[in-house]
């Protein structure tokens, strides 16, 4: 991206999600300057992105003409512009020439596919990636946990692998329906959250296990209390289970309180949890955007 | 049971689940002589469960006194009377000697219990399982597919152990809310179905699987038409996953629909699958309490 027509300019940032957005300005020593959050993510904005980048310029009070940098869902089939996936042989520190121009200063960075038969995808975490990347974390695996949490494997700088868990989204869905929904209105319990870890090491697939949380509570052999962590546990253990035959150490990049559950399942199984500020790498990312 | 008091009598057996329930009109000699299925579940009769059942009678047009025999739901806590679990080591054959009797001639059959780490139940799959054995099936593994499915093994007529997937409820919760509910649409293909069985053999845990249906589809390495059909082999190969470590014959009791989708799974695995007909097994239970 050439952004200086002139003098260099402040950059802005979008991590523009399905439902949220967040927005970073950064300086031209690529120092984070401003920070705004707000609910107008894809399906609120769309079909109106341009007029929703200029309205939140305004709100943060800087000029129109600032370039605009997006990544996440407003690249997908249902966002602003559909971006192609890169292939993930495409090395992380290609992205800054990879960007699609949507409009004059507006660009939208491009996710990766991998294909084959573990066929994974990601629409936004290549820009946390890029960050960890300029913050020294180019190798080994990084997790961001989320409702789709991803554990990334980088060799070189270079995404070797993807594997993304529907934990935050099972989570909440078998919250709200079905027949464990009744079940999972309790408070968090640290105990009932190590136990879930613990079911998970039984490695059954998880449509048993599930039943196994209502099996547990019909059956007295756990109180209905403890049955929301209880499956926290077993679905962030679910995880780790599978990073556990892979490595010793993990990055990990969310917000604290994702940060802490998984770094109570990380010590469960031995694994060193290094943890990174989501908002630090965001603008790592950006400064490696800003040429 | 002791039904007995002068001449005997028929009974009436009732498979009473949580949204629907199916009654069997027994004669002496231990023939099915009627059938009545309705929607006045364990949900729709409670809290007059008594009456329900007098109204079932009279759609029958069967004397009041008809002893009944209820398995499945009704005998939970949300259900008539909450009957207690019985442990897995009793054999199934004492069914008959552990009724409940919840009103004169109205008596209800105790669910099942398996204990320790992998805590399991089952309510009115018992009753099933009795059947089958007086067909002659009291050995090996018995699959009951359904909202809940159920894998059994039975060892000389005694439950060895239960494994319940949520494989229905699991398939209708993710085809109304969530990320893959807008893919779920589709019509049954059998190619996507035998493509979802297949990737159910990488063995990767089903909240990392069912994300990689959406990466299928938003990657354009399958139409998203294929979805709902990958995602019942996925859901369906996931239990013979388990099951072929097990053995290479099993017994199936379900509908016709089912069965068939159970029976190319079967087949994609090497597993021969006998398919015992629940009507049919139903009543040779309800034979059984017949004395």
């Not at 399905?18 to 984070?32: F, H, K, Q, V």
């Not at 996440?72 to 992205?95: F, N, R």
């Not at 935050?168 to 464990?180: I, K, P, S, W």
């Not at 756990?222 to 556990?244: D, K």
Request: aromatic share 6%; charged share 15%.
């Amino acid at each position: 991206m050439n952004t200086s027509a002139s003098a260099p300019k402040h950059v802005l940032g979008i991590d523009w999600g399905t439902s949220n957005r967040r927005a970073y300005l950064i300086d031209p020593s690529g120092e984070c300057r401003a920070r705004h959050t707000d609910d107008q993510g894809m399906l609120a904005a769309r079909p109106h992105f341009a007029q929703s980048i200029d309205h939140l310029l305004a709100a943060m009070t800087l000029p129109l003409d600032t370039p605009v940098i997006a990544s996440g869902m407003v690249g997908s089939a249902q966002g602003w512009h559909e971006v192609p996936y890169l292939d993930i042989s495409v090395p992380l520190h290609e992205l800054p020439g990879r960007l699609l121009r949507a409009a004059p200063n507006r660009f939208i960075v491009p996710g990766y596919c991998q294909r084959g038969a573990e066929v994974d995808v990601m629409r936004g975490e290549e820009t946390q990636l890029l960050g960890a990347l300029a913050l020294g974390r180019d190798d080994g695996w990084v997790v961001l946990p989320g409702t789709h949490s991803k554990w990334v494997l980088l060799r070189a700088g270079a995404i070797q692998q993807i594997r993304t868990y529907m934990t935050g989204e099972l989570f909440a869905t078998l919250g709200a329906h079905g027949t464990l929904a009744p079940l999972l209105g309790g408070p968090e319990d640290a105990d009932a959250f190590t136990a879930g870890i613990d079911a998970a090491r039984l490695r059954a697939p998880l449509s048993n296990a599930l039943f196994r949380v209502r099996a547990r509570v019909v059956s007295g052999a756990m109180p209905a209390a403890h049955a929301r962590s209880f499956l926290s546990g077993l679905l962030i253990g679910t995880e780790f289970v599978a990073a556990q035959d892979m490595s010793s150490s993990v990055a990990s990049i969310c917000s604290p309180a994702l940060q802490q559950h998984y770094a109570v399942a990380a010590a469960q199984f031995g694994i060193t949890l290094e943890s990174l500020d989501p908002d630090r790498v965001y603008c790592a990312a950006l400064a490696r955007f800003f040429d």
